[in-house]
């Protein structure tokens, strides 16, 4: 079944940076992505990324985030550098078996099966 877990999550003035981590097993898995979700709005699709390392970006963070996974393939990443009071929200790591295009697309919640419990952004202006 496996297992996700989220951390890294914080307060941050504008400007700032973070780094979340999702503990996921890229032997399980075939794609990982990163969401998030603020209050009172849908849940939006940040960042992906499959075996082969390829990724993909949601526009509203490209040059500003950054998704990786380590050398061991343990560890899901999300490095997020300039941040702004609009990236506050909760975020969550997610995961898929299924490979295929979808990861090398903008993603949204249907393709993940496997999610973590999120952890909260806060950026203040």
């Known amino acids: 079944q496996g297992q996700l877990v989220e951390s890294g999550g914080g307060s941050v003035q504008a400007g700032g940076s973070l780094r979340l981590s999702c503990a996921a097993s890229?032997?399980?898995?075939?794609?990982l992505g990163w969401f998030r979700q603020a209050p009172g709005k849908e849940r939006e699709g940040v960042a992906s990324?499959?075996?082969?390392?390829?990724?993909t970006y949601a526009d509203s963070v490209k040059g500003r985030f950054t998704i990786s996974q380590d050398s061991a393939k343990t560890m899901l990443y999300l490095q997020m550098d300039s941040l702004q009071p609009e990236d506050t929200a909760m975020y969550y790591c997610a995961a898929d078996r299924r490979g295929g295009g979808y990861c090398r697309r903008p993603i949204e919640q249907r393709d993940f099966s496997y999610w973590g419990q999120g952890t909260q952004v806060t950026v203040s202006s």
């Open positions: 890229s032997y399980r898995h075939n794609c």
């Open positions: 990324i499959d075996r082969t390392d390829f990724a």
